[in-house]
């Protein structure tokens, strides 16, 4: 089974990367809605030097922005309880086509569902679940398409490095039918990189519903539990995996589950119990591929966290 690991601040530099390679981590995704060209580029470099010392090529993935909406910078912490009010444009920043949809009471979540709130007629959200709350994190109203974009200006400069930075495979977005899906290849034919695979990542209830199409277009889907979570009924998530990985294995296409499989590890050497278990269960249901987030981006463990992944798939002989 493949191991995929995110890169980020707290494995950039290729020691901690070369640890990760011995550990089991078999593919390295760049994420591009925390960084840009030249952030992606350091991150290449420091791979290509854990490579070479430890004589084994990575597949490398470029996760795209899309149609991901994530806070925009304004340099601090919020700690938010219940009761709360912020407002868009001045405690926290979003694109103004984003708030421009947003109505009255409707629920907002951030960073992945750990904090929400639902909107007021003045441009402010009422919290109604607290949580600690900084910039970059994911926003979603659930229902509500807040992007319609699924390739963004900084997504095409990323593509058009693709061929410099090796690139193997892409993450879609927010994948919300099958013309997504051939709209990124026909781009990619276009660019002379028809040979990068598409790995389709369903992440909200559009994508839920024209999963079946979805599956068949892309090379690989990525079950992305942080967001579809974020975007639907988080006590649904569990039978909305059971249903995808079924579609996968029907049609016979690979699939990646992605996002909290060891979020214990952000702060802890050691796995959970619950998180082997959930692990077992992925592969149990065929799961090709397994991946790694906060993990091994901004975890205070990297390298641990991928010899346990590496170590829980392997007790599964």
Request: proline share 3%; hydrophobic share 40%.
């Given at each position: 089974?493949?191991?995929?690991?995110t890169?980020?601040?707290?494995?950039?530099?290729?020691?901690?990367?070369?640890?990760?390679?011995?550990n089991g981590?078999t593919?390295?995704r760049?994420?591009a809605?925390?960084?840009?060209?030249?952030?992606?580029?350091?991150?290449?470099?420091?791979?290509?030097?854990?490579?070479?010392?430890?004589?084994?090529?990575?597949?490398?993935?470029?996760?795209?922005?899309?149609?991901?909406?994530?806070?925009?910078?304004?340099?601090?912490?919020?700690?938010?309880?219940?009761?709360?009010?912020?407002?868009?444009?001045?405690?926290?920043?979003?694109?103004?086509?984003?708030?421009?949809?947003?109505?009255?009471?409707?629920?907002?979540?951030?960073?992945?569902?750990?904090?929400?709130?639902?909107?007021?007629n003045?441009?402010?959200?009422?919290?109604?679940k607290?949580?600690?709350?900084?910039?970059g994190?994911?926003?979603?109203?659930?229902?509500?398409t807040?992007?319609?974009?699924?390739?963004?200006?900084?997504?095409?400069?990323?593509?058009?490095?693709?061929?410099?930075f090796?690139?193997?495979s892409?993450?879609?977005p927010?994948a919300?039918?099958?013309?997504?899906?051939?709209?990124l290849?026909k781009?990619?034919?276009?660019?002379?990189?028809?040979?990068?695979?598409?790995?389709?990542?369903?992440?909200?209830?559009?994508?839920?519903k024209n999963?079946?199409?979805?599956?068949k277009?892309?090379?690989?889907?990525?079950?992305?539990?942080?967001?579809?979570?974020?975007?639907?009924d988080?006590?649904?998530?569990p039978?909305?995996?059971?249903?995808?990985?079924?579609?996968?294995?029907?049609?016979?296409?690979?699939?990646i589950?992605?996002?909290?499989?060891?979020?214990?590890?952000?702060?802890?050497?050691?796995p959970?119990?619950?998180?082997v278990?959930?692990?077992?269960?992925?592969?149990?249901?065929?799961a090709?591929?397994?991946?790694l987030?906060?993990?091994?981006?901004?975890?205070?463990?990297?390298?641990?966290?991928?010899?346990?992944?590496?170590d829980?798939?392997?007790a599964?002989?």
């Amino acid at each position: 089974m493949n191991i995929y690991a995110t890169l980020g601040p707290s494995c950039s530099r290729s020691d901690v990367i070369y640890k990760m390679i011995v550990n089991g981590m078999t593919g390295a995704r760049i994420n591009a809605s925390h960084g840009n060209i030249d952030s992606a580029s350091e991150y290449i470099k420091e791979l290509e030097c854990a490579e070479k010392a430890a004589g084994v090529k990575t597949e490398r993935l470029i996760d795209l922005r899309g149609a991901e909406i994530r806070i925009g910078t304004f340099g601090k912490t919020l700690e938010l309880k219940p009761g709360d009010r912020i407002v868009f444009g001045r405690d926290i920043v979003l694109h103004p086509d984003v708030t421009n949809k947003l109505k009255r009471g409707m629920t907002c979540r951030f960073n992945d569902g750990m904090t929400e709130g639902v909107t007021d007629n003045d441009g402010g959200c009422i919290i109604t679940k607290g949580g600690e709350l900084i910039q970059g994190k994911s926003f979603a109203v659930p229902g509500v398409t807040l992007c319609e974009s699924v390739i963004t200006e900084s997504d095409n400069e990323l593509l058009l490095n693709a061929s410099e930075f090796k690139i193997d495979s892409v993450m879609l977005p927010f994948a919300r039918c099958e013309n997504d899906v051939l709209r990124l290849r026909k781009i990619l034919c276009v660019m002379s990189l028809k040979e990068i695979k598409i790995y389709a990542k369903i992440e909200d209830g559009e994508g839920l519903k024209n999963a079946e199409s979805i599956i068949k277009a892309s090379d690989k889907t990525v079950i992305a539990r942080g967001d579809l979570g974020n975007n639907t009924d988080i006590y649904s998530l569990p039978r909305e995996q059971k249903k995808l990985a079924a579609l996968c294995n029907k049609y016979g296409k690979p699939f990646i589950v992605a996002t909290g499989l060891l979020t214990s590890m952000e702060i802890t050497p050691s796995p959970s119990r619950a998180e082997v278990n959930d692990i077992y269960n992925c592969a149990l249901d065929g799961a090709n591929g397994l991946m790694l987030t906060g993990e091994t981006a901004i975890g205070k463990y990297p390298a641990e966290a991928v010899k346990a992944l590496s170590d829980a798939i392997s007790a599964l002989a």
